[in-house]
């Protein structure tokens, strides 16, 4: 099975620009990865930012967007604010089977 | 905007099979060709995603589970089901279900023990 790879922790400090990426043990992420991006804060359910690559929901905050970048599924936030302080996980396709990465824990510091 | 609710026992005896159903409201199972899906996240950890059904039926499930997973789905009902058979306390975790690229349920956790 295709193990997918995070940052285990990130830091960004208020108003920054943090990138997260997730990558796959079995080469380049690609458009049929159909990378999501999952939020989940303490305590709560986790909630779907972007799916897609790129695809954003009405929750999802403009400062958030989805991309391919370097042969990754990347996740930039740019002006990080307190509430942003989550863990991230990543959850790629292959051919139908979904693998979720270890999840990146970004702290707004 | 579609809820999703998870439902059934929150204890499980080892060697059991667990058992958990997805209500789908605020719309129909069969409005979307995306598939429904169930994961998990034991205590303190990441998350795992178990497996998928389309409302024509088509699965996928992890393999790592080794057979374990049968998910099924009751249109008529709006509903989708998990069974995970032979349980262990490795097995004890949140169930989430949903569809993913946008929907989550709120979780129910299951213990496995004696």
């Known amino acids: 099975q295709a193990v997918v790879t995070q940052e285990p922790s990130l830091t960004v400090s208020p108003g920054g620009t943090v990138t997260l990426t997730c990558g796959s043990s079995t080469g380049p992420v690609a458009r049929g990865h159909y990378p999501y991006w999952v939020q989940q804060k303490p305590g709560q359910a986790p909630r779907t930012l972007i799916h897609d690559i790129s695809t954003k929901h009405s929750w999802t905050p403009a400062r958030f967007s989805g991309s391919l970048l370097g042969g990754k599924a990347a996740l930039t936030l740019s002006g990080a604010q307190p509430e942003d302080e989550a863990e991230y996980f990543c959850l790629l396709s292959y051919g139908g089977v979904r693998v979720f990465g270890g999840g990146t824990k970004l702290t707004v510091l | 905007q579609l809820q999703l609710q998870e439902s059934g026992p929150g204890l499980v005896k080892p060697s059991e099979t667990l058992s958990l159903t997805c209500t789908v409201s605020?719309?129909?199972?069969?409005?979307?060709?995306?598939?429904w899906g169930w994961v998990r996240q034991p205590p303190g950890k990441g998350l795992e995603w178990i497996g998928s059904?389309?409302?024509?039926?088509?699965?996928y499930d992890n393999p790592s589970l080794k057979s374990r997973v049968t998910i099924s789905v009751d249109t008529p009902g709006n509903k989708f089901s998990l069974r995970l058979s032979s349980v262990t306390a490795a097995d004890t975790a949140v169930y989430y279900c949903?569809?993913?690229?946008?929907?989550w349920g709120q979780g129910t956790l299951v213990i496995v023990s004696s």
């Open positions: 605020g719309g129909s199972i069969t409005m979307s060709s995306y598939h």
């Open positions: 059904i389309h409302y024509s039926g088509s699965t």
């Open positions: 949903g569809r993913l690229e946008k929907y």
